[in-house]
């Protein structure tokens, strides 16, 4: 589904992905670690077509598809879904709105009709149902004034109304409470965990990791994939640290 090869990176002109290389396939969950600074959220960035961040060599398919010659809504319409360590505020456009235009550009774009608004309700009600979000609160401006555990729910409502093909996850268990911690994990394997999908999960913590359980992590550090292996590492990087593999 997504194949990075010798993938390099700056930003700034500053240097930062430096010949990453990464094959997931569908079914995959993928567990990304590493020291800060390495960047693992400049990954993010360049997959999500951020401007910015320049790719100044390798090449990276979506689908078979050249991903890096895709405009960022593009890429969206094409099944890719980003979530950031830290989600957007958006003041004056609700939540629904915002999910309901989003919904229907990757629609458009798939040369899809439009969702009815009985079918988006119905949706987006679900969603929000599942993740503990109310439907007060998906009318409210997206992201204002929600605290750090409901911006993270809600962007798996995001998530579950949009179902892409391929999540990328920063951080997505930072700031979270144990109770919070579940909701969120539990929602990445409803959405996430299904034979034509997959999953890039950036994290520090073993805890998300035990409720999504990854097929394969790999530590990041200075800008390339240093190690890669199986669920073991992560438990093996919780006792030891990165020094010893990153260093
Ligand atoms: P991680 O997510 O692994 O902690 P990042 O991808 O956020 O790492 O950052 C990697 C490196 O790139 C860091 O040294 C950071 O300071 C640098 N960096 C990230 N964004 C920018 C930017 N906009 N301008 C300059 N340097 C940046
Ligand atoms: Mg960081
Ligand atoms: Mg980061």
Redesign the pocket.
């Known amino acids: 589904m997504l194949n990075i090869t010798n993938l390099h990176a700056a930003?700034?002109d500053?240097p930062?992905l430096k010949g990453l290389s990464l094959s997931v396939n569908a079914g995959e969950v993928h567990a990304i670690m590493?020291p800060?600074?390495?960047?693992?959220?400049?990954l993010g960035y360049v997959l999500g077509g951020r401007e910015?961040y320049e790719v100044t060599d390798g090449t990276v398919t979506f689908d078979g598809k050249d991903l890096l010659d895709m405009a960022a809504d593009e890429r969206a319409a094409a099944g890719l879904f980003l979530g950031f360590q830290y989600p957007v505020e958006i003041p004056g456009v609700s939540n629904v709105q915002f999910l309901r235009t989003a919904m229907n550009a990757q629609r458009r774009a798939r040369g899809e009709v439009e969702i009815s608004a009985g079918d988006f309700l119905r949706l987006s009600r679900a969603q929000a149902d599942a993740l503990g979000i109310s439907m007060d609160m998906m009318k409210r401006p997206v992201n204002v004034g929600f605290s750090g555990g409901e911006k993270k729910r809600n962007e798996m409502v995001q998530m579950g109304i949009l179902d892409p093909k391929l999540a990328v996850l920063d951080e997505t268990d930072s700031g979270l409470d144990i109770d919070a911690l579940r909701v969120v994990g539990e929602g990445i394997n409803r959405i996430m965990r299904k034979p034509d999908k997959a999953v890039l999960l950036i994290t520090h913590y073993q805890r998300l990791l035990d409720i999504v359980q990854p097929d394969f992590v790999h530590v990041l550090a200075g800008g390339r994939i240093v190690r890669s292996g199986g669920p073991e590492l992560a438990h093996e990087l919780e006792r030891e640290g990165y020094g010893a593999i990153a260093a």
């Open positions: 930003v700034d500053k930062i590493g800060n600074g390495a960047g693992k959220s400049t910015g």
